[in-house]
T-cell receptor, first 110, second 112 residues
Framework: AQRVTQPEKLLSVFKGAPVELKCNYS??????LFWYVQYSRQRLQLLLR??SRESIKGFTADLNKGETSFHLKKPFAQEEDSAMYYC????????????FGQGTELSVKP | DTAVSQTPKYLVTQMGNDKSIKCEQN?????MYWYKQDSKKFLKIMFS???????INETVPNRFSPKSPDKAHLNLHINSLELGDSAVYFC???????????FGQGTRLTVV
């Protein structure tokens, strides 16, 4: 079965603290994985994808096929990082659909 | 200059009514999608169209019927609305299937 699991519904950290948003996936093929972010009252937007291996707004995510994980990390959280974060799996050759995790709400406190 | 736009942004209607949500993208993308976000913020794909052809229909009730008059538009028509249809509906598009998806701002549908 194709599935994405984000075990934490809410993650609360203080400004300057490291943050890790967990994502595990279940997929028998070669996965394409994404992190999307939804800031308050804004549209969902792509944060990063595993094939680009970029760092966006200080966030990075590494695909670990052995652990079937794609955790999102940032060494020093900022208040403006507070948002809803979704991990998504794009199964190959399935019409481009994205299978989303349940989402993790990140709250960064001053 | 909005890339993916949906109308209306909010929709409140009574059970049993028929309503439509419109979506337009000006990115020149070939593929468009409808996603549903429920009250627990869980996002799930409903439909996907590529060049006006339906390619994904994810076990959505027949009351939901997407229509793509051209590549830039994908509208969602819902018949006989039920309370459980209350959700936020997101339209999205991508250059091709599997590339980055750009989302609209969402339509919050409330059925009373």
């Amino acid at each position: 079965a194709q599935r994405v699991t984000q075990p934490e519904k809410l993650l609360s950290v203080f400004k300057g603290a490291p943050v890790e948003l967990k994502c595990n996936y279940s997929y028998s093929g070669s996965p394409e994985l994404f992190w999307y972010v939804q800031y308050s009252r804004q549209r969902l937007q792509l944060l990063l994808r595993h094939i680009s291996r970029e760092s966006i707004k200080g966030f990075t995510a590494d695909l670990n096929k052995g652990e079937t994980s794609f955790h999102l990390k940032k060494p020093f959280a900022q208040e403006e990082d507070s948002a809803m974060y979704y991990c998504a799996l794009g199964p190959y050759n399935q019409g481009g659909k994205l299978i989303f995790g349940q989402g993790t709400e990140l709250s960064v406190k001053p | 200059d909005t890339a993916v736009s949906q109308t209306p942004k909010y929709l409140v209607t009574q059970m049993g009514n028929d309503k439509s949500i419109k979506c337009e993208q000006n990115l020149g993308h070939d593929t468009m999608y409808w996603y549903k976000q429920d009250s627990k913020k869980f996002l799930k794909i409903m439909f996907s169209y590529n060049n006006k052809e339906l390619i994904i229909n994810e076990t959505v009730p027949n009351r939901f019927s997407p229509k793509s008059p051209d590549k830039a538009h994908l509208n969602l028509h819902i018949n006989s609305l039920e309370l459980g249809d209350s959700a936020v509906y997101f339209c999205a598009s991508s250059r091709r299937t599997g590339s980055e998806a750009f989302f609209g701002q969402g339509t919050r549908l409330t059925v009373v």
